[in-house]
């Protein structure tokens, strides 16, 4: 793995792929870079034209396939070069003192329309406004909703109002903005995209927060109508996340959650800078390019790897495997969550994965290696498997047909998602909650340490495999995890941490979370017990994966502060917890 991930940048001949329309501003001006035979194109099949972004494709050494290195130019920011793992990659730093660029970068838009009121329309409508506020622009975000949906009480709370021109109907908002932020669940999205398309302006801008609109349209073999921009924001966090930081950071020049941004279709040249200050206005600490595929593939397969189906699946089969083998239950609690969600998380959130295992004594690093040994193929055979599922289109056609199943047809009965924290841990986890000390992180235990660090490395070749770039690693694998979606479970368990994220998110932890489980106990931790001798390539590539210090590199851009879930988020915070969530225990 070292060696496959050595940064060194191999640059041979310039070569053009005829599939590419010019007109894509994802490929527009594209260079196809690889070693001696091979090219890879990111194509869009329609798009505008004058696309600000060229895609560049560069291959590291020995990976799978060119990590793709995203240029763009910007005539209201600062764009920034940084290198991750001998990569060049570009991002825009934010911060609240660059507020009042946004009506430059906002420039010919009147009306910010936010369709949904899930798990991000909710923050980002907020930090939208209070941002446009603070830069003193009269532009007005608008929330768009469905006749008779019971979250205009929810808006109306937030300060959103029909009386003021803030809150309204979903096809009226679309037809009257000239940004539309399409927010609804991704199952949504795909059963009524044609008629909220057919409302957009001529020339105005549908914003995403997730590419999975266009792997469902991919896999309809259509794409979005050519006289409209296309553009994505995705922060990587769940949307409570993204208000909670937004808040805590205003004494501290801004603090939030990073995010990716894509432009698919620019119509009129403006389309970067929108996306840019869509993203500052959000408080995103740093903000990097991608496209919109790479991003639903990151995304959908993060989702259902370390950010929620693997850590849950993980947390379960060590806590069963810990009281099986004699440990006391809230014992065993504290050293498979707590361990995971505290100690482990706030250690490589602040100095990276390698500081986990040099924490440990010699003792803690062997049983550390035994667990690190026997569960990274394991890991890595389910999310190989998941990553296809979600390039094959497979992933997005189960999203949608399991939101169908959400209602009765065909004389079936409905059936919605069930409870997750249900089984004896996490009853357990709850006593344990009650009576931590404020600050407890929890005790490292070096085999779930091993296990977790197995999976995160797991995932991150998996997506460096597949051509990501380091960026998009690491925040859909550490920082996103870590900073992000932890700290929901270490405030209030599995379901808090879940059920605050979108319903694709959702779905596929639930999925994909018992696979996990499954595999561990039935491989991983058999290979373990049997003290089979330890891959020492395996360790060893570990320990000197350039990843580490692309990842300490990427500290020092997270939030300027911690996130804080308060254990009375339910009914104190009516800004940044689904609603759904408050009331339970």
């Known amino acids: 793995m070292a060696a496959a991930a050595s940064g060194s940048i191999a640059l041979s001949k310039t070569l053009v792929n005829p599939s590419c329309s010019a007109k894509s501003a994802a490929a527009r001006n594209a260079r196809f870079v690889s070693g001696p035979t091979r090219c890879v194109g990111i194509c869009s099949r329609r798009g505008g034209g004058g696309g600000a972004m060229a895609a560049k494709m560069v291959s590291a050494t020995s990976i799978g396939k060119p990590q793709i290195e995203l240029d763009f130019?910007?005539?209201?920011?600062?764009?920034?070069?940084?290198?991750?793992?001998?990569?060049?990659?570009?991002?825009?730093?934010?911060?609240?003192?660059?507020?009042?660029?946004?009506?430059?970068a906002f420039k010919g838009i009147k009306q910010i329309g936010v369709i949904g009121w899930g798990s991000q329309g909710p923050a980002q409508a907020q930090n939208l406004r209070d941002s446009l506020v603070e830069?003193?622009?009269?532009?007005v975000v608008k929330i768009g909703l469905?006749?008779?949906?019971?979250?205009?009480?929810?808006?109306?709370?937030?300060?959103?109002t029909e009386e003021k021109g803030t809150l309204g109907d979903i096809y009226e908002t679309v037809s009257s903005s000239d940004l539309v932020l399409l927010l609804i669940s991704d199952a949504a999205q795909a059963d009524n995209y044609e008629?909220?398309?057919?409302?957009?302006?001529?020339?105005?801008?549908?914003?995403?927060?997730?590419?999975?609109?266009l792997g469902h349209l991919q896999s309809q073999g259509q794409d979005f109508p050519s006289n409209i921009s296309v553009i994505a924001v995705c922060p990587k966090g769940?949307?409570?996340?993204?208000?909670?930081?937004?808040?805590?950071?205003?004494?501290?020049?801004?603090?939030?959650?990073?995010?990716?941004?894509?432009?698919?279709?620019?119509?009129?040249?403006?389309?970067?800078?929108?996306?840019?200050?869509w993203s500052v206005a959000l408080g995103s600490p740093f903000t990097f390019a991608t496209t919109l595929e790479q991003e639903y593939k990151s995304d959908i397969f993060g989702e259902r790897g370390i950010l929620l189906g693997a850590v849950h699946g993980i947390v379960e089969a060590l806590f069963r495997r810990y009281t099986e083998n004699g440990m006391g239950e809230e014992e065993a609690y504290k050293n498979t969550v707590e361990c995971i969600t505290g100690i482990i998380s706030r250690t490589i959130s602040t100095k990276g994965m390698l500081a986990v295992y040099n924490s440990l004594t010699e003792e803690g690093k062997k049983e550390?290696?035994?667990?690190?040994?026997?569960?990274?193929?394991?890991?890595?055979?389910?999310?190989?498997?998941?990553?296809?599922?979600?390039a094959s289109g497979n992933e997005i056609r189960s999203v949608v047909l399991a939101g169908r199943r959400f209602y009765e047809k065909e004389g079936l009965p409905a059936f919605p998602m069930g409870k997750i924290d249900q089984t004896r841990m996490w009853k357990v986890g709850q006593k344990v909650r009650a009576t931590r000390p404020a600050g407890d992180l929890g005790p490292l235990h070096p085999f779930t340490?091993?296990?977790?660090t197995?999976?995160?490395?797991?995932?991150?070749?998996?997506?460096?495999?597949?051509?990501?770039?380091?960026?998009?690693?690491?925040?859909?694998?550490?920082?996103?995890?870590?900073?992000?979606?932890?700290?929901?479970?270490?405030?209030?368990?599995?379901?808090?941490?879940?059920?605050?994220?979108?319903t694709t998110a959702r779905l596929g932890s639930r999925k994909w979370a018992p696979r996990f489980d499954y595999i561990l106990t039935q491989q991983a931790f058999v290979s373990a017990d049997q003290n089979k001798p330890l891959n020492q390539d395996l360790l060893s590539n570990f320990v000197s994966d350039p990843v580490h210090d692309a990842i300490v590199k990427c500290a020092e851009l997270r939030p300027t502060v911690d996130i804080s879930v308060p254990d009375d988020a339910d009914d104190s915070d009516l800004d940044f917890v689904r609603p759904e969530l408050r009331s339970v225990s």
Request: hydrophobic share 40%.
């Open 449 to 452: 340490a091993g296990v977790y």
């Open 135 to 139: 830069a003193k622009s009269d532009i």
């Open 195 to 213: 008629k909220i398309l057919s409302h957009m302006k001529p020339n105005s801008i549908l914003g995403l927060s997730h590419g999975f609109l």
């Open 238 to 277: 769940m949307g409570p996340s993204v208000r909670r930081l937004y808040v805590q950071g205003k004494e501290v020049n801004g603090a939030g959650i990073n995010s990716s941004f894509a432009v698919h279709q620019d119509v009129d040249g403006r389309a970067t800078d929108v996306a840019l200050g």
């Open 454 to 502: 197995a999976l995160m490395m797991a995932q991150i070749e998996v997506l460096r495999k597949k051509g990501h770039s380091y960026s998009e690693i690491i925040n859909e694998s550490v920082i996103e995890s870590v900073d992000s979606l932890n700290p929901f479970m270490h405030a209030r368990g599995v379901s808090f941490m879940v059920d605050n994220c979108s």
């Open 146 to 160: 469905r006749k008779g949906s019971k979250s205009f009480e929810e808006a109306r709370a937030a300060g959103f």
């Open 368 to 390: 550390f290696n035994q667990a690190y040994s026997a569960s990274f193929y394991p890991c890595m055979d389910i999310l190989y498997e998941c990553y296809e599922d979600v």
């Open 73 to 104: 130019e910007t005539g209201v920011f600062k764009k920034e070069k940084i290198t991750l793992a001998g990569q060049d990659e570009y991002i825009v730093r934010g911060g609240r003192d660059l507020f009042h660029l946004l009506p430059d």
